[in-house]
């Protein structure tokens, strides 16, 4: 636990390097005095701490949109800017602060209380390009499993951040007091750092830190690249196991066929619902005891997932009656996949008959230390995991796996040829995220015309449009209607309307629903270039997929 801790810290004072936090230091270069850094950095450590752990909790107790706490810290940045630019707002300001605290004005806006107030601000607004350490207490805390130990390693983290910070801060007054010129300028300075608050505050309303972030990262790529590798370290991985208190599956879980003769494996994890359950009641892989069990991790959207469900269907539609039970664990990529409409309307579409469970707070992922989509576990008669596969691919393997199963639970006459038709993958271009958490910059995709950016997806305006170079034979989109009306967009490769997907008429696609919509079908995989122009302002694009 010391070596996480140390690891957290450091891991911290790093972070203020990274391209994520740049846009946001403005603030701090601009909060120097006697007593307003202080404020700032215990404003910052408590309340950083605090709500990285508990925001989750918060906002599904009081029902208030997380967004709202965002734009407040907004509003307080910008509130600050306008103190320093304008004194009489200023005078007013202290005048509040004072009524509601019963603490001297001269305490408050630009001292310890104002800065322990720009400090709380700064914790909402702060967005450190997270490594496996925050990840892995951020994963914990999101399904309210927050310990003593998630505390004190958060704390260590913030500790950390917020050396570099005041170091920033102190300078920077030093620097005002000790050099005459900036001691005569200092009334036009501190109404320069009120223009710079208000304008970066601005800026983080309209996602340009975001936006500079992407800038930063493009033009210089190899720029913090290196910040988070240091988590990685054996020891310290192994640490992270412990503060989730379980033991990971996959130390454990053997990959070949000959383990099947020479080890049971492991319990497997109990299944946990975050959902509800689609096709069947709720089963417990308890009450399932004596069957051959196969527990597939999959989202509807997901198009590697989507082209394993054949071999799933027609395993259920060959073995169902032998002992074989498929289970269908739908862990979404996207807000929208948690919607049991949506979810059903997709296993309608697909024509899955098994069992499925949604796990939309991810319970059952992290019961079996899953990582991927698609993934398959299967389970013999007595609840052991004997073999696991991840991705695509190796269909006839997984079928002599059932059919060994199920002779092991005592079926007769099972037939021993598989036929299972390989599914041969031509992508060279990698899955495509238009959302500005989980986007990676890249020179092959160029946006034209006015687009808003959220965390999750991209929305085009009427008007605009998109290019894309990629190298596949074919091209998927996952996006959905951003309200009532659904969406249009015209798709070329390379400037001509051709090669249709399967949702694709005559270049057009319409976007009725919230689902992985096929544009492109090449006869032969290239390098293309694909153009999408928009019709309307209708549509939220998630992500590119490849074939």
């Known amino acids: 636990m010391i070596l996480l801790i140390t690891f957290a810290f450091f891991a911290g ?35 950083f701490t605090f709500f990285t752990l508990f925001l989750s909790t918060i906002v599904k107790a009081i029902g208030i949109p997380a967004d709202f706490l965002r734009f407040f810290s907004i509003a307080i940045i910008a509130g600050f800017g306008l103190t320093l630019l304008i004194p009489q707002f200023q005078l007013l300001t202290e005048k509040l602060f004072s009524k509601l605290t019963g603490i001297s004005p001269k305490s408050t806006v630009n001292g310890f209380g104002g800065g322990l107030l720009v400090g709380a601000s700064l914790s909402l607004l702060w967005t450190p390009c997270v490594g496996p350490i925050l990840a892995s207490v951020i994963s914990l805390a999101i399904t309210g499993t927050v310990s003593l130990n998630s505390i004190v390693i958060m704390l260590a983290f913030s500790l950390g951040t917020s050396i570099p910070m005041f170091l920033i801060m102190a300078g920077g007054q030093n620097l005002l007091t000790r050099i005459p010129w900036l001691v005569r300028k200092s009334p036009m300075i501190q109404k320069t750092f009120g223009v710079i608050m208000i304008v970066t505050a601005i800026g983080i309303l309209f996602n340009f830190d975001r936006r500079f972030q992407t800038f930063i990262i493009t033009k210089f790529p190899n720029y913090g690249a290196g910040l988070t590798k240091f988590e990685t370290f054996t020891p310290v991985a192994n640490e992270l196991q412990k503060i989730k208190n379980r033991p990971s599956p996959k130390k454990d879980i053997l990959n070949n066929m000959n383990n099947l003769l ?45 082209r394993t469900l054949p071999y799933l269907k027609q395993w259920w ?14 862990s979404p990529e996207f807000e929208f996949e948690k919607n049991p409409k949506n979810v059903a309307k997709a296993i309608s579409d697909f024509g899955i008959k098994y069992p499925v469970m949604q796990d939309n707070d991810f319970s059952t992922w992290r019961a079996y230390d899953n990582n991927y989509w698609p993934a398959k576990y299967f389970i013999d008669k007595d609840g052991f995991i004997r073999y696991s596969h991840f991705g695509e691919g190796d269909y006839d393997k997984s079928e002599k796996v059932i059919q060994q199963l199920l002779e092991e639970a005592g079926v007769k006459n099972i037939q021993s040829v598989t036929d299972n038709p390989e599914y041969q993958i031509y992508s060279k271009t990698p899955e495509t995220y238009l959302g500005s958490k989980r986007a990676v910059p890249t020179k092959n995709l160029k946006f034209q015309g006015s687009w808003k950016v959220t965390d999750e997806y991209a929305i085009p305006q009427k008007g605009s449009s998109l ?75 998630f992500a590119f997929t490849f074939g």
């Open 262 to 306: 020479q080890t049971k494996g492991i319990h497997a994890p109990e299944l946990i619902p975050g959902g509800v359950w689609l096709n069947s009641d709720p089963l417990t892989l308890e009450s399932l005891r004596g069957k051959v069990l196969l527990i597939d991790f999959w989202t509807y959207s997901c198009i590697n997932c989507q």
């Open 13 to 47: 004072i790093v972070t203020i390097l990274s391209p994520c936090i740049l846009p946001v230091l403005p603030v701090i270069l601009t909060s120097g005095g006697k007593l307003r850094p202080l404020g700032v950095i215990t404003g910052f450590i408590s309340s």
């Open 467 to 541: 290019t894309f170079n990629f190298e596949s034979k074919e091209v998927f989109l996952v996006t959905q209607p951003s309200g009532d009306r659904p969406a249009k967009l015209k798709v070329f490769v390379d400037g001509k309307m051709e090669n249709f997907g399967e949702d694709n008429k005559n270049g057009i696609v319409t976007v009725d629903s919230a689902r992985l919509y096929k544009l492109i079908n090449l006869s032969a995989p290239g390098k293309h270039e694909l153009r999408l122009e928009f019709e309307d302002g209708n549509a939220q694009l």
């Open 317 to 330: 539609t060959k073995y169902q009656d032998k002992g074989l039970v498929i289970i269908g664990v739908h």
